[in-house]
């Protein structure tokens, strides 16, 4: 299946930034709707941003004006841009494509990657 791997979590105190990568083993460009989730301790996961093929993008609530979703298609990398990072927003933070072709090859399930932990520090 697609290989998705995270990177750029941490710990980083409140008002600060980070910046995740979400690498793909196999060409994304045409693949609509990739998404960063975010599961906090003890609580469900759930969307923070999502981007499509064509650069269009949706977010959560509580992160619209701080975060950041965008993509290289060349690199087949979806990144998520943290700035202004609060307490609450410490969660594992995993990527997220939907079913699809990827180089030639039609993939029916979602798949997700192994989550990178952010912890924002008070």
């Known amino acids: 299946q697609v290989q998705l791997v995270e990177s750029g979590g941490g710990l980083v105190q409140a008002g600060g930034s980070l910046r995740l990568s979400c690498a793909a083993s196999?060409?994304?460009?045409?693949?609509?709707?990739m998404g960063w989730y975010r599961q906090p301790p003890g609580k469900q996961r759930d969307l923070v941003a999502a981007i499509g093929s064509g650069g269009s993008t949706n977010y959560a609530n509580s992160v619209k004006g701080r975060f950041t979703i965008s993509r290289d298609n060349a690199k087949n990398i979806v990144y998520l841009q943290m700035n202004s990072l609060k307490p609450e927003d410490t969660a594992v933070y995993y990527c997220?494509?939907?079913?699809?072709?990827?180089?030639?090859?039609?993939?029916?399930?979602?798949?997700w990657g192994q989550g990178t932990q952010v912890t924002v520090s008070s």
């Open positions: 997220r494509t939907p079913p699809g072709w990827y180089s030639g090859r039609y993939y029916p399930y979602e798949m």
């Open positions: 196999e060409n994304t460009f045409n693949i609509d709707s």
